[in-house]
């Protein structure tokens, strides 16, 4: 299986060779100049691998690979790329981790670094290199990178996947509403109207990987909830959990039916075909509707927000995180960092941006102004994520613990247990709490 | 002279444990051994390793990429008090033994039928055998559709008859979503029985029926006379097959709810598989596996001995 893969990798490269005749002259005196003035210098005979996320959309693919193709042509450093559904890039970084054969490179989700930090080569150089020339590092970042209380640079958090409020304006306005819900009451008054006038949204329920655990985490958190507090003791048996439970039930009677049979694909298909008019997601639905013919109506009638705010007070929305890291097993450690640092270059970052549509937000603030941001003012909402954004675990580490309790979707289970009236509130509290105290069992 | 050659070391052990290298080479008892060997290895090499470490694994707390410490039985004190685990069981069983039961049935019926002389008989087999051909994944993912909340045709279909005013809840509720996974399990594994059934139906010699006939059998006389005890050892391995392939069903499962709605339809292989390979805790996930060995040893045995327990299918007088 491996060998077919490096095998296919290998053609993966010579055809990234090939695309690089097609990149534009500019970069490629830009990455040369670079070359030359870069404090990381590539080993010689230096030669990467990176097993990265497979695209959501296919124009950030073919930047990601003008990118890697114009470090090669700078450098001299050949770059394979390798790409795995963002759910199993993790399993394939933990075995290379600890057997300390496989990619240089792992380009994950949310705190890949923290399953094993001490494998990991510290980046804080490139980090610092970064943050001091692109306005800083947003401060979820900087837990992403460093963890919580951390000193040094784990990985390189490259970008969020942001997941926002997206809903049909004339809907909203049918419903009594100027403007989307600021807070969780104005929410629910919203949801209800919608469902009245027969315009209902809804948030998946089910194993959702993306969107139900982003709704369910901010629905957790905006009414104070929390898994675990500071320390990583369980704390999710709580009043404040109670009432994100008796919200996310009022809130599910106002919802379609049948989300709780929904994944990842479903809301963008039932938004899509006009059946939902409120939901979370990221860009993706909008994006499409765009290119569709057939749905320029639906595009012009829809918009993004954020999530509304709950008695926590502050925004708690949960966005997924895409940490870039290098293995410290690698021959080439100043080639990984130097690949890094030129990632995220204004020159390449920029236009990688761009190229992502809005699916992907940047970390470092300079990047606020790329024109992505506001050439489409549906996409603002999208620019603010990171900053907005709470990391994985909630007040606890970012790490192994907080990332299995997620993909164990203990959270989702909780509101879904109840929501559908298989337990009550405490029964659902008790099942979260005994397998939360399982993985966080020290 | 005569001396020197005396001395000579003699080369006569060394004759002779080639000898017996030689004898082991041609011996007939040893020969089968070593046709045997290359089976033996493949088979200890892929399939009593894996199994033999899956066991181990779910006596340690391995996770992915990290050998565990030997925990004994905690994984398993762990599950026994797990919800999930035990539902996971329930659904397996319910699984089980309501699809191969359906799947029997039918699959028996249409064998009798496409036994019976009918036109366009050939291309009426081929049509059966559809469901089994297909990838099941592909299978599945039109069943995904079909079972849609907001596009199911069924629900169209209906809707637009006046049955019924809202959309089936197909996998939303907990009993709809097990119905209906059962029943594209059922679809998809009919043509395995009807066909095989089917062949052993064609080795039964017509000159019984025709024996039977003379004497003034009835229709279900002949069937139950004839047709069912000759049938029972292709029966017995049929059912055996698909109870094994269903208790272990994954894929359908898989691409049709994963295992939700909250957990209603998680079978113990795909509990198995998100605990071990998303979650990382392979010493769990591999205790959930192994806890699936006694069932199917279970119904390996139940097929085995009931079904076979004839003795003239080992060539001795019936009862």
């Not at chain 1, 060779?17 to 030359?36: S, V």
């Not at chain 1, 919580?148 to 996947?161: A, E, F, K, N, Q």
């Not at chain 2, 069983?93 to 039961?101: F, I, N, P, Q």
């Not at chain 2, 006046?162 to 209906?180: E, K, Q, V, Y």
Request: hydrophobic residues 45%; charged residues 15%; aromatic residues 14%.
């Amino acid at each position: 299986m491996t060998n077919l893969t490096r095998r296919t990798l290998m053609q993966g490269g010579t055809a990234i060779a090939a695309a690089g005749a097609l990149t534009g002259p500019a970069l490629l005196d830009f990455a040369k100049a670079w070359a030359q003035s870069a404090p990381w210098k590539p080993e010689s005979g230096a030669q990467l691998s990176m097993l990265r996320w497979k695209y959501f959309v296919q124009s950030e693919d073919d930047a990601f690979v003008k990118i890697m193709d114009a470090f090669t042509k700078a450098t001299g450093v050949p770059v394979t790329i390798a790409r795995e559904s963002y759910e199993d890039v993790q399993p394939k970084a933990s075995v290379a981790a600890n057997t300390g054969a496989g990619q240089d490179m792992f380009w994950g989700l949310y705190s890949l670094p923290f399953l094993f930090p001490e494998k990991v080569l510290d980046v804080s150089d490139v980090a610092d290199y970064l943050g001091k020339k692109y306005g800083g590092w947003v401060a979820s970042a900087q837990i992403y990178g460093k963890g919580t209380g951390g000193t040094h640079w784990i990985d390189i958090p490259v970008c969020y996947s942001g997941s926002l409020m997206n809903y049909r304006i004339s809907s909203m306005q049918k419903a009594g509403f100027k403007e989307f819900p600021k807070t969780t009451e104005e929410f629910l008054a919203y949801a209800t109207a919608c469902k009245k006038n027969g315009t209902p949204g809804g948030f998946a329920l089910g194993h959702a990987s993306g969107d139900a655990n982003a709704w369910a985490h901010w629905c957790l958190w905006a009414h104070g909830g929390n898994l675990v507090d500071k320390n990583d003791k369980v704390i999710i048996n709580s009043p404040q959990t109670a009432s994100a439970l008796e919200f996310s039930k009022k809130l599910y009677e106002q919802m379609i039916p049948g989300v709780v049979s929904w994944n990842d694909a479903s809301n963008n298909k039932a938004f899509l075909a006009g059946e939902i008019h409120w939901t979370d997601n990221g860009i993706s639905i909008y994006v499409a509707a765009k290119k569709d013919p057939t749905k320029q109506e639906i595009a012009a009638d829809m918009n993004h927000a954020y999530y509304p705010i709950g008695p926590a007070g502050k925004p708690t929305e949960f966005h997924l995180m895409y940490p870039l890291l290098a293995m410290k097993y690698t021959k080439y450690p100043n080639a990984c960092k130097a690949l890094m640092a030129f990632m995220l270059e204004a020159d390449q970052f920029n236009a990688w941006l761009q190229a992502s549509q809005g699916y992907l937000t940047h970390t470092l603030n300079a990047y606020d102004n790329n024109p992505v941001w506001t050439a489409d003012p549906k996409t603002t909402p999208f620019r603010d994520v990171a900053k907005r954004t709470l990391t994985a675990g909630g007040l606890g580490s970012v790490g192994e613990k907080a990332a299995t309790a997620i993909s164990e979707f203990i959270i989702v289970d909780m509101f879904a247990n109840y929501c559908t009236g298989r337990m009550d509130v405490k029964g659902a509290m008790a099942e979260a709490e005994r397998q939360a105290k399982r993985i966080y069992r020290s | 002279m005569a001396q020197l050659t005396l001395n000579r070391p003699r080369p006569l052990p060394l004759a002779r444990a080639a000898a017996a290298w030689d004898r082991l080479k041609v011996n007939r008892n040893w020969l089968g051994f070593w046709f045997m060997l290359p089976a033996a290895a493949i088979l200890i090499l892929f399939l009593a390793y894996p199994l033999g470490l899956g066991v181990w694994l779910s006596f340690t707390d391995a996770r992915i990429g990290r050998s565990g410490a030997f925990v004994g039985l905690e994984n398993y004190a762990w599950l026994s008090g797990d919800d999930v685990f035990w539902l996971s069981v329930f659904n397996t069983l319910l699984y089980t033994v309501v699809a191969s039961a359906i799947k029997f049935a039918v699959g028996l019926y249409l064998a009798l039928l496409l036994n019976e002389n009918l036109p366009f008989k050939a291309i009426l087999r081929a049509v059966v055998l559809i469901p089994f051909i297909v990838p099941t994944v592909l299978s599945a993912i039109a069943f995904w559709w079909i079972y849609d909340a907001q596009f199911s045709i069924v629900s169209w279909s209906l809707r637009h008859l006046g049955w019924i005013d809202s959309n089936i809840n197909f996998l939303g509720d907990p009993w709809n979503a097990r119905w209906s996974v059962i029943f594209a399990n059922i679809w998809r594994g009919i043509p395995f029985v009807a066909i095989t059934l089917l062949a052993g139906l064609q080795t039964v010699s017509p000159s019984l029926y025709e024996a039977a006939t003379i004497d003034g059998a009835s229709a279900w006389q002949r069937f139950r006379y004839i047709t069912y005890p000759l049938l029972t050892p292709i029966i017995a391995v049929v059912m055996t097959f698909s109870v094994l392939f269903t208790f272990t069903d994954f894929q359908l499962i898989w691409v049709l709810t994963r295992g939700g709605p909250v957990n209603a339809t998680h079978l113990m292989a795909t509990l198995s598989y998100q605990r071990a390979i998303l979650s990382g805790y392979l010493g769990e996930g591999s205790a959930i596996a192994t806890a699936m060995i006694p069932f199917l040893l279970a119904a390996i045995l139940v097929s085995w001995f009931g079904l076979q327990r004839r003795k003239w299918q080992q060539g001795e007088a019936n009862d």
